[in-house]
């Protein structure tokens, strides 16, 4: 199962660009990394997902380097209602399926 | 868009008594999912349901557990003696799976339902 390792918080004032980075050195050639977005009570919301270079929708953006031993989000100009729980999964149990969470990087933007 | 649904959105019981907790997956999905998370915690694993039968479970999924399909729009999880440590918020999750690449889908998340076990 390849681990995950990113911040646990991070602090950011609306209107800022946000890049939270996590690395995931033994990811294995078949796994995608995904993001998922989670506000308190509700469920994890999938934000974006990618297998290499850099990916882009309508929230948020993706960076992978060639390695893809590390991934980076990037909120641009964020809003004090982007303040949430962002996880950063790319680990699958045996059977391919469940997402296997870590503890998350919990994002406070402020005014 | 579409969205997986879950009743109730709050359950309270007392310690010994089963809950069963409702789930309306995505139509068109085939993977289903309970997890859980507990106040304060990460989101945790608890089993997976395909073609009609369980395909994995973790650990905490235990005897006192049971998912069923019982028509082909409710995905169900069933607590028979519910304890004080599954209070926690219960996630319903479905999924369409492509065939090329683990995690190439998306897991599409319900709102959840509270637990509290007096």
């Known amino acids: 199962l390849a681990k995950t390792t990113q911040p646990i918080s991070m602090d950011s004032y609306e209107g800022q660009e946000v890049n939270i980075t996590c690395s995931h050195n033994?990811?294995?050639?078949?796994?995608?990394i995904t993001w998922y977005q989670q506000f308190p009570s509700q469920g994890p919301r999938f934000i974006i997902q990618?297998?290499?270079t850099k990916v882009t929708n309508e929230v948020a953006s993706l960076f992978i380097p060639a390695d893809r031993k590390s991934s980076t989000l990037s909120l641009p100009r964020v809003s004090l209602s982007d303040t949430a729980v962002y996880y950063c999964l790319v680990a699958f149990n045996q059977a391919g399926t469940a997402l296997i969470f870590g503890k998350g990087t919990t994002l406070s933007v402020s005014s | 868009e579409p969205e997986v649904t879950q009743t109730p959105s709050h359950q309270v019981t007392q310690m010994g008594q089963e809950v069963i907790l409702r789930c309306v997956p995505i139509?068109?999905?085939?993977?289903f999912y309970w997890y859980r998370q507990i106040l304060g915690q990460k989101v945790e694993f608890l089993v997976s349901f395909y073609n009609n039968e369980i395909s994995e479970k973790s650990e905490i999924f235990d005897d006192q557990f049971s998912v069923e399909r019982p028509d082909g729009s409710n995905f169900t999880l069933k607590i028979r003696s519910t304890k004080l440590e599954d209070s926690a918020m219960y996630f319903c999750?479905?999924?369409?799976?492509?065939?090329?690449?683990?995690?190439?889908?998306?897991?599409?998340f319900g709102p959840g339902t509270r637990l509290t076990v007096l």
């Open positions: 033994n990811i294995a050639t078949n796994d995608y």
């Open positions: 139509s068109n999905h085939l993977y």
């Open positions: 999750a479905s999924l369409s799976l492509e065939t090329s690449g683990r995690g190439k889908d998306t897991q599409y």
């Open positions: 990618g297998y290499k």
